[in-house]
Protein backbone atom coordinates (compact mmCIF):
# COMPACT_ATOMS: atom_id res chain seq x y z
CA UNK A 1 0.00 0.00 0.00
CA UNK A 2 0.65 3.49 -1.13
CA UNK A 3 1.24 6.28 2.22
CA UNK A 4 2.34 8.77 0.15
CA UNK A 5 0.91 12.31 1.17
CA UNK A 6 -0.70 13.83 -2.18
CA UNK A 7 -1.95 17.33 -0.87
CA UNK A 8 0.70 19.93 -1.52
CA UNK A 9 2.44 21.11 2.10
CA UNK A 10 1.56 24.88 3.84
CA UNK A 11 4.95 25.71 2.48
CA UNK A 12 4.16 25.02 -1.63
CA UNK A 13 0.18 25.72 -1.32
CA UNK A 14 1.65 29.79 0.15
CA UNK A 15 3.93 30.07 -2.97
CA UNK A 16 1.61 29.17 -5.27
CA UNK A 17 -1.07 31.65 -3.36
CA UNK A 18 1.86 34.22 -3.53
CA UNK A 19 2.18 34.11 -7.40
CA UNK A 20 -1.28 34.38 -8.12
CA UNK A 21 -1.28 37.54 -5.82
CA UNK A 22 1.47 39.06 -8.14
CA UNK A 23 0.03 37.75 -11.23
CA UNK A 24 -3.23 39.33 -10.48
CA UNK A 25 -1.55 42.75 -9.21
CA UNK A 26 0.22 42.79 -12.92
CA UNK A 27 -2.77 41.80 -14.59
CA UNK A 28 -5.12 44.55 -12.74
CA UNK A 29 -4.90 47.07 -15.97
CA UNK A 30 -5.05 44.44 -18.31
CA UNK A 31 -8.53 42.80 -16.63
CA UNK A 32 -10.19 46.31 -16.15
CA UNK A 33 -9.38 46.70 -19.73
CA UNK A 34 -10.79 43.29 -21.36
CA UNK A 35 -14.02 43.86 -19.20
CA UNK A 36 -15.52 47.45 -19.36
CA UNK A 37 -17.77 48.71 -16.89
CA UNK A 38 -17.98 47.92 -13.31
CA UNK A 39 -19.74 44.93 -12.83
CA UNK A 40 -17.72 43.11 -15.39
CA UNK A 41 -14.41 43.56 -13.74
CA UNK A 42 -15.96 43.48 -10.22
CA UNK A 43 -17.16 40.02 -11.66
CA UNK A 44 -13.26 39.08 -12.77
CA UNK A 45 -12.17 39.66 -9.79
CA UNK A 46 -14.33 38.00 -7.81
CA UNK A 47 -13.34 34.84 -10.04
CA UNK A 48 -9.62 35.55 -9.12
CA UNK A 49 -10.35 36.18 -5.29
CA UNK A 50 -12.30 32.92 -5.09
CA UNK A 51 -9.30 30.92 -6.54
CA UNK A 52 -6.57 32.47 -4.44
CA UNK A 53 -8.73 31.76 -0.98
CA UNK A 54 -9.66 28.35 -2.18
CA UNK A 55 -5.82 27.57 -2.03
CA UNK A 56 -4.47 29.01 0.70
CA UNK A 57 -4.17 27.24 3.43
CA UNK A 58 -6.57 28.23 6.27
CA UNK A 59 -4.35 29.71 8.98
CA UNK A 60 -2.97 32.27 5.95
CA UNK A 61 -6.53 32.91 5.08
CA UNK A 62 -7.03 36.47 6.71
CA UNK A 63 -3.18 37.81 6.01
CA UNK A 64 -4.47 36.95 2.35
CA UNK A 65 -8.19 38.44 2.45
CA UNK A 66 -6.04 41.07 3.84
CA UNK A 67 -3.86 42.02 0.93
CA UNK A 68 -6.63 40.93 -1.41
CA UNK A 69 -8.99 43.55 -0.09
CA UNK A 70 -6.17 46.39 -0.11
CA UNK A 71 -5.47 45.21 -3.99
CA UNK A 72 -9.55 45.41 -4.72
CA UNK A 73 -9.67 48.60 -2.75
CA UNK A 74 -6.92 50.00 -5.02
CA UNK A 75 -8.71 48.82 -7.72
CA UNK A 76 -12.00 50.05 -6.99
CA UNK A 77 -13.68 47.12 -6.95
CA UNK A 78 -13.76 46.32 -3.51
CA UNK A 79 -15.13 48.66 -0.80
CA UNK A 80 -13.17 50.90 1.28
CA UNK A 81 -11.55 54.08 2.01
CA UNK A 82 -8.54 54.87 -0.50
CA UNK A 83 -6.16 57.07 0.17
CA UNK A 84 -5.25 59.92 -1.70
CA UNK A 85 -2.96 62.13 0.52
CA UNK A 86 0.64 62.09 -0.28
CA UNK A 87 2.41 61.86 3.62
CA UNK A 88 5.93 62.88 3.12
CA UNK A 89 8.75 61.13 5.34
CA UNK A 90 10.33 64.51 6.17
CA UNK A 91 8.43 67.68 7.76
CA UNK A 92 4.86 66.24 7.20
CA UNK A 93 3.13 67.30 10.12
CA UNK A 94 4.40 70.75 8.95
CA UNK A 95 3.38 70.13 5.43
CA UNK A 96 0.08 69.05 6.31
CA UNK A 97 -0.43 71.94 8.76
CA UNK A 98 -0.13 74.14 6.03
CA UNK A 99 3.39 75.38 7.06
CA UNK A 100 6.58 75.16 5.12
CA UNK A 101 9.14 72.60 6.73
CA UNK A 102 12.01 73.79 8.44
CA UNK A 103 15.17 74.74 6.40
CA UNK A 104 18.27 72.31 7.48
CA UNK A 105 20.59 74.32 4.63
CA UNK A 106 21.96 76.70 7.27
Do not use: K
Not at 4 to 23: K, Q, S, Y
Not at 44 to 69: G, K
Amino acid sequence: MNDTNTEPDCGTLLARVEALILELEREMGHLQARHPGVFAIASAWAQRYDVIIALAPPQARPDIESRLQRIGIRWGVMPGPRVTQEFTALGGHAVLAGRAPPDDAD
